[in-house]
């Protein structure tokens, strides 16, 4: 017979439907991974995203156009966490690969949030020198679905290299994308 933590440890995975009575400890193990009860965590299918966006808002001279491209893995999730897999190339030739994790979070039935962390390799080109090839990524995104499958996104994220470099100015990156999911 299994435990209730084993059970509730595999709702939460999405291994098996919660039994009765398990109810209070998979709330206490959703509160414990930050999911508030009143927010719906979401597993979304594969997606590919394409965005336009605005590299170093409010920097200096390095300001520019950045194309963003997103892929999101159909189902490969541990707890309640997404992973994302993105690149973004600027119009200074700069480009930033990375993988992270995402937790989809539906807000309404058309609206979705995706707090997410990553780690990935910065090349400079004749953009911003960032301190280390080695560059963190904090961001949000909010979705709104226009039809099954198709989204529009918001974006905004900060790169960072957590001042493991010899500089760590970071910069801001704010944009929009289209998204197609299957």
Not at 56 to 66: C, K, L, R
Not at 96 to 117: I, K, M, Q
Request: net charge positive; hydrophobic share 45%; charged share 15%.
């Amino acid at each position: 017979m299994a435990s209730p933590l084993r059970s509730a440890l595999q709702c939460a995975l999405g291994l098996r439907r919660p039994h009765k009575g398990a109810g209070a400890l998979v709330l206490l193990l959703a509160g414990l991974l930050g999911q508030a009860p009143h927010v719906e965590a979401q597993f979304q299918p594969a997606a590919l995203q394409v965005g336009a966006a605005y590299f170093d808002v409010g920097g200096d001279a390095h300001e520019t156009a950045a194309l963003e491209l997103t892929y999101r893995p159909h189902r490969l999730r541990l707890w309640r966490v997404s992973a994302r897999l993105g690149g973004m190339f600027t119009a200074r030739r700069a480009a930033y690969a990375y993988g992270g994790l995402e937790v989809p979070l539906r807000l309404t039935d058309r609206t979705l949030l995706n707090p997410s962390l990553g780690a990935g390799a910065y090349r400079q080109g004749d953009g911003p020198d960032l301190g280390s090839p080695l560059e963190f990524r904090s961001g949000i995104d909010l979705s709104l679905t226009l039809a099954e499958g198709h989204q529009i996104t918001a974006f905004l994220y900060h790169l960072s290299n957590a001042s493991l470099g010899r500089r760590n100015p970071g910069v801001e990156v704010l944009g929009v994308a289209y998204a197609v999911s299957w």
